[in-house]
């Protein structure tokens, strides 16, 4: 069966909650927190967080509309640049900031053309 990568590149800060002795993860772009007993307990539970809501919008057929809700639009071909940043959170309760790439597998249930072409 054909993959397809598809990679969203976020940004995410982190905190320390004295009150509740854990580190707070956030991602500003989805609104969604996670936390860990360490900084990157948290980094990871976040990005993991944020995986598994774009896996539920893409399972719900909701994705494109939780995106738009957001403020996200398409970029034009040839409008971004590795140093360009699209979004920039200002983030005063955070210390850290961090940026990752949350990847999502699809799998086509559909053979691809070459596939096709092998079985004749």
Known sequence: ???MNVEFRLQFATRRDDEAQVFVGFCPALGVYSQGR???????AVVDAV????IS?????????VLRNKGMTKAEPGTITEEHQYIR???ADFDQTFERSVPVNLLSS??????LCLQH
């Open 1 to 3: 069966m054909p993959v």
């Open 38 to 44: 360490t900084r990157e307990q948290a980094e990871n």
């Open 51 to 54: 995986q598994l809501v774009i």
């Open 57 to 65: 919008c893409y399972e719900r057929d909701i994705l494109h509309s």
């Open 89 to 91: 959170f200002e983030i």
């Open 110 to 115: 559909q053979l691809s053309e070459a596939e």
